[in-house]
């Protein structure tokens, strides 16, 4: 039995236990019947020797692998103490654990327990909503007095509990009453802390050298922040189908780890080279927050990056499916609940297995005219278009070239922006060149976002459409794959594609 079938059959059972468990609930002893039942297939493999039942039995092994995970989950991020707190006011004392969420009327902090009512507890995620002012920061020791509950679903059509629950968070305060108490000094904590402020001192100079919302988009490309972009120019791009450049996305950390990358002189060795990429990567993650999106994109990233300055896809592709399944390890409540992490890894599976035929197909498009963005933009949107329907029941009609003439500016934003901050540690002044033309990048950018925003019927409303549409939609993108558009490609040809690096501006 070839060890290719067995790792397929473990990773389609795992994952099917996960999607299963998400889903519905599995007693005991139906899991342990699945164990029973598996091994059992084992023994008549072992008789007959029949490579299906081996298949089958790893199957539903990883399945009740998978629904055991998931059920896990929820028992490691639970806490006794806050458990019985829930509905009664308390005095909780803990660490802010995430950058601060800053909202037009609101911060949102995501807090890391460490007392309660005075005495010592199990960690557990706490979400707390409370006022703008004072302002609060990463690695702050906080102690809130108020109300903690259970979060509730407000809406039939989206699980706001199972969205928090997918990142730890199992309870809430809303407006308690707030003081900071100190400042913790773990050597981890102390670390991140001197990265965001590298990346406030950043986004203030921003702000002194250029007018919103043009500093905004930049600080949104470069350092994944966004929060003082106004609501309509968020909708714009929201409607033109490229709010994923607004943040720190997959393409935008690849797009990173390029230019540090080419800073080190030809000279140096490939290995070295590529060290200092996937270390820009990691470093620009830790300032954006290394909130769970931010680390998944930066994974995404990574895989992308190797493959597309070794040429090396076929590896990558087995590098994406095993990050893949690493990540629903650790938190399986990614498969269902995060919409993100699905995007992120459909749109990289795009890029690696449909961008080489997409590129096959559009020889005959000159290479002045953008073929690289249109190619990447093309497998991206092909990948993640059924989940996209699936998931809000809406489709931008305007996003392929909305994207295709954005994403020919932002790679020089980027370089604007990383300028601006090398040369504002000199003097403002040294940086203000920079500035005017990132203003110019940035100004043609919301240009084009609002002109393919107001477009009659950009953004087309669907009906609701069942998963099993989603399926059906997923294996019709897997047998084009295998025969696209009818054409009979040539194994010279498959190989090639196996080989050669992707789309230049993919990375």
Same mark, same amino acid.
């Given at each position: 039995? !070839? ?49 299906v039942f081996a298949l089958a039995a790893l199957v539903l092994i990883a399945s009740a692998l998978g629904i055991l995970r998931y059920d896990w989950k929820d028992a490691a991020s639970r806490s006794a103490d806050l458990d019985a707190a829930v509905g009664r006011t308390i005095a909780l004392r803990g660490v802010i654990a995430q950058e601060p969420d ?90 991140? !802390? ?31 922040? !966004? ?48 060290? /200092? ?5 990691? /470093? ?170 107001? /477009? ?52």
């Open positions: 039995m !070839r060890s290719p079938a067995v790792a397929l059959a473990i990773v389609l059972g795992f994952t099917a236990g996960i999607g299963l468990r998400s889903f519905a609930a599995f007693s005991f002893w139906l899991v342990a019947a699945l164990v029973a039942l598996g091994f059992f297939l084992l023994i008549i493999y072992a008789a007959r020797k029949a490579p800053e909202r037009e009327r609101a911060t949102r902090l995501v807090i890391l327990a460490r007392e309660l009512d005075g005495r010592a507890i199990g960690s557990g995620l706490v979400l707390a909503t409370v006022g703008r002012f004072p302002e609060f920061s990463y690695g702050d020791i906080v102690e809130l007095r108020g109300i903690v509950k259970t979060p509730e679903n407000f809406d039939r059509d989206f699980d706001y509990r199972a969205y928090l629950a997918k990142d730890g968070i199992l309870w809430e305060f809303y407006f308690p009453e707030i003081q900071k108490i100190g400042k913790a000094n773990d050597a981890w904590i102390r670390f991140r !802390r001197a990265l965001f402020a590298v990346k406030r001192a950043y986004l203030d100079r921003l702000g002194e050298l250029m007018p919103e919302p043009n500093a905004s988009l930049v600080g949104g490309l470069t350092v994944g922040a !966004r929060k003082a972009m106004p609501e309509d120019v968020l909708d714009d791009f929201r409607a033109a189908g490229v709010l994923h450049i607004v943040v720190l996305s997959g393409y935008n950390m690849t797009l990173i780890a390029r230019m540090i990358a080419k800073i080190a002189p030809s000279f140096i060795p490939y290995a070295f080279r590529l060290s /200092v990429g996937l270390a820009g990567i990691a /470093v620009f993650a830790l300032m954006a927050g290394a909130s769970a999106t931010v680390v998944r994109a930066s994974l995404m990233a990574a895989i992308l990056y190797v493959a597309g300055i070794s040429g090396r896809v076929y590896q990558a592709k087995i590098a994406l499916v095993a990050a893949g399944i690493l990540m629903l390890a650790f938190n399986p409540k990614l498969l269902r609940f995060d919409l993100s992490f699905q995007l992120s890894f459909l749109a990289t599976a795009g890029l690696l297995w449909l961008a080489p035929t997409i590129e096959f197909l559009m020889r005959w498009f000159p290479k002045f005219l953008g073929r690289e963005y249109a190619v990447t933009t093309i497998a991206a949107q092909i990948a993640v278009t059924p989940l996209l329907l699936y998931s809000m029941g809406t489709i931008s009609l305007s996003a392929l070239p909305a994207n295709i003439l954005i994403l020919l500016a932002v790679p020089p934003t980027m370089a604007m922006g990383a300028m601006i901050g090398l040369f504002a540690m000199v003097h403002a002044w040294a940086a203000m060149p920079f500035a005017w033309i990132a203003y110019l990048l940035t100004h043609y950018e919301l240009w084009i976002a609002r002109v393919f925003a107001a /477009v009659p019927f950009a953004e087309v409303a669907f009906p609701d459409i069942s998963i099993i549409v989603l399926w059906v939609m997923y294996i019709g993108i897997g047998a084009w794959l295998v025969w696209p558009l009818g054409l009979k490609k040539s194994e010279n040809v498959v190989k090639e594609n196996e080989r050669s690096p992707l789309p230049t501006e993919a990375m």
